[in-house]
Each structure stands twice: as C-alpha cells, then as structure tokens.
C-alpha cells in the first residue's frame, strides 16, 4: 500500500434522490456545481450546492414537457430558419419530424423565467446532435455538433 493512499481517498459519489429520480454531482469545482441524471427519457443537468441541486431549477424541470410544447413552433422554425441560412435541406415543418430530444440543460432560473439549452439528435444523415439556448420564450441560440 503506498504512502499516499490513506490521505488521497476519492470521494464517494454524492447522489441526491429528487422527484425526478437520483442527481449525481457530477462536477464541483470553484462553487460551480453540476448535478445530473441520466435515468429516464432525457438527460438531465441542473446547477446547485455542493449539497444539492438547485430546487428551482428542479422545479423547472419538472414542468419541462409543458415548456417544449409551449416552444414546438419556435424550435420548429429555428431549424427551419438555420439548415436554409447553411443551405440544408429542410425536409420536415415540426422538428419532431427529424428530431429526437436528448437532453436538458437548465443553467439558471430567476422568477418565472429560466435560461436553458435542449438538445436534439438527428434522426437524418449525417446524425447531428443541435442545441438551442432559450432563453424565457425566445430560442436564442443554435448550435451544432457532429
């Protein structure tokens, strides 16, 4: 056994149980705290304490099939928007049509209103996966990755 090994432990895996399944601190550097869960249909990542993730921000997620149906024809359009500005085609007018959510990232919540991204993979050659920033009721940001 080495010298080191009784000071040097790693520290056990925090994992908070939530009514959205168990979060995973995943990372915790500099007060910036990253918890997720990757149980169910989405992965999911919220900011908190090194103790828990952030309950608003978890609150926020559990209402979050309601805020994508409420964005359905801005992400639609966003798509449609980006693929004709890079010269794509767009072969579909809802993105559930091409797309498949993949993910969930909630960066802050202030109020009513939060600042999130979603992450879509595509369902077409060449398999893409598409974030958007929301930010309230506004698609902000697009970006990709292959």
Do not use: C
């Not at 309950?55 to 964005?71: G, H, P, S, T």
């Not at 010269?87 to 802050?108: G, I, T």
Request: proline share 4%.
């Amino acid at each position: 056994m080495g010298l080191f090994s009784f000071t040097h432990k790693p520290e056990p895996e925090r994992v908070v149980e939530t009514p959205l399944g168990p979060f995973t601190l995943a990372y915790s550097k500099d007060n910036r705290n990253i918890w997720t869960n990757r149980t169910g249909r989405l992965a999911m990542s919220v900011r908190g304490t090194e103790f828990q993730p952030d309950r608003a921000q978890l609150k926020f997620l559990e209402n979050i099939d309601k805020e994508i149906l409420n964005l359905n024809e801005k992400i639609s359009n966003k798509f449609i928007e980006e693929f004709k500005e890079a010269d794509m085609e767009a072969d579909f007018s809802k993105w559930q049509e091409r797309f498949k959510l993949e993910a969930v990232q909630v960066l802050h919540v202030h109020g009513d209103e939060a600042h999130w991204n979603i992450t879509f993979e595509d369902l077409k050659e060449p398999y893409a996966q598409f974030t958007l920033t929301i930010e309230g009721q506004q698609v902000t940001d697009f970006y990709i990755d292959k």
